[in-house]
């Protein structure tokens, strides 16, 4: 008699759980990047005691189909990939279907979710991986997605939590990085009752970057833009007297995906040559759009590290692109180009 036995579901997803939600940040993001993926316009993200008590994210996307509501709760379902192929040539921010299944192994989770004109919805309460109640409601089309007590069930896990203005730093950030990779989105947070970030969501970068960085930095910035066979490159640098003490001001959006992505930062910084004091950092929003083919986003459960097919190329054109933006702006002399 062999000693293997196939977990089941609910100790699956709480494993699962482990990797994909990490602090609630993780919440935020995976519930956010799925408003965006509904084609939203509007996203509301609500926190409390940082995000530790209560989440809530709103959207005015397509809603959840009815006979879904049930189904987005179970491992690997997914509406946004169907073959191999497609794992190839992601387009959406979500693919992997792990997101909701783990989330509700973890927290007490209520969604109320509607995909239709005529008001009628679903409502669906799930504890630590246990369904509640699910039910007819009334709503417009959209989700409105609330995560309670998050980790009540996993006290290791919870002790690890920081301070709640570490956890609502995590979460800031996040919401930053999406604001400036999603300006045709109006993004809104608020934390106990306090509005911490609020944009137009009109389309306008610069504007979305003076929500996040305050109006007098946004001014500060130039435009860069570029283009190549493979990639288009576009964005805002901020002139090289406005400076950060880490690289934590430089964004880099691929295909409308916040990534973080050493190579690409080097790469702006290289652009910059001798501009920058020694030790200090640009604020750089940096927008890459390619073949979805010419980028690996499945490398990480929590997608924020990519793989580029054709990256010394790349490198080398976003390198090109910030130093021409700089030298239009005659911060460098042009007898500099290509060096
Ligand atoms: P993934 O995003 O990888 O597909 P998730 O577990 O995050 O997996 O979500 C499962 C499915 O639930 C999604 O594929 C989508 O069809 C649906 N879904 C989740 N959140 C939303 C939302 N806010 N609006 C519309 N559909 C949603
Ligand atoms: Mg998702």
Redesign the pocket.
């Known amino acids: 008699m062999g000693k293997i036995r196939l977990l089941d579901d609910h100790l699956a997803n709480q494993i699962a759980a482990g990797e994909v939600v990490e602090r609630p940040s993780s919440v935020v993001k995976?519930?956010v990047?799925?408003?965006i993926?509904?084609g939203?316009r509007t996203i509301d993200v609500t926190a409390e005691e940082g995000g530790v008590k209560f989440i809530r994210?709103v959207?005015d996307?397509?809603?959840?189909e009815p006979d879904?509501l049930e189904l987005?709760?179970e491992r690997h379902?997914?509406?946004?990939?169907r073959t191999g192929k497609d794992l190839f040539a992601i387009r959406?921010?979500?693919?992997?279907?792990?997101?909701?299944?783990?989330i509700a192994a973890v927290s007490r989770v209520e969604v109320l979710?509607g995909?239709g004109d005529d008001g009628v919805a679903r409502r669906i309460v799930i504890e630590g991986g246990a369904k509640l109640a699910f039910e007819e409601a009334a709503a417009p089309r959209?989700?409105d997605?609330r995560v309670k007590d998050l980790f009540y069930n996993t006290p290791a896990r919870l002790k690890y939590m920081k301070t709640v203005q570490t956890e609502l730093g995590h979460i800031t950030d996040y919401m930053y990085r999406l604001a400036l990779s999603r300006p045709d989105i109006a993004f809104r947070l608020e934390h106990n009752g306090t509005q911490l970030l609020d944009t137009a969501g009109n389309g306008d970068l610069q504007q979305a970057a003076a929500a996040v960085y305050g109006t007098a930095t946004a001014k500060r910035m130039i435009p860069v833009e570029a283009e190549t066979p493979d990639y288009k490159i576009s964005g805002w640098i901020a002139r090289p007297d406005v400076t950060r003490s880490n690289r934590n001001g430089i964004t880099v959006v691929v295909n409308g995906r916040y990534v973080r992505n050493f190579q690409v930062a080097q790469a702006i910084l290289a652009g910059f040559h001798t501009l920058l004091p020694i030790n200090r950092y640009p604020l750089a929003i940096v927008r890459l759009e390619m073949e979805p083919t010419l980028v690996d986003v499945n490398v990480h459960p929590a997608k924020l590290e990519v793989r580029f097919s054709k990256d010394a190329e790349l490198m080398e054109a976003v390198q090109r692109a910030v130093r021409a933006a700089l030298q239009r702006e005659t911060l460098i002399p042009s007898g500099m180009a290509g060096r």
């Open positions: 995976e519930l990047e799925n408003a993926d509904a939203s994210v959207d996307g397509s809603g959840i879904d987005a709760f379902a997914t509406s946004k990939i959406s921010l979500g693919f992997r279907g792990e997101a909701l299944p783990s979710s995909a959209g989700t997605f």
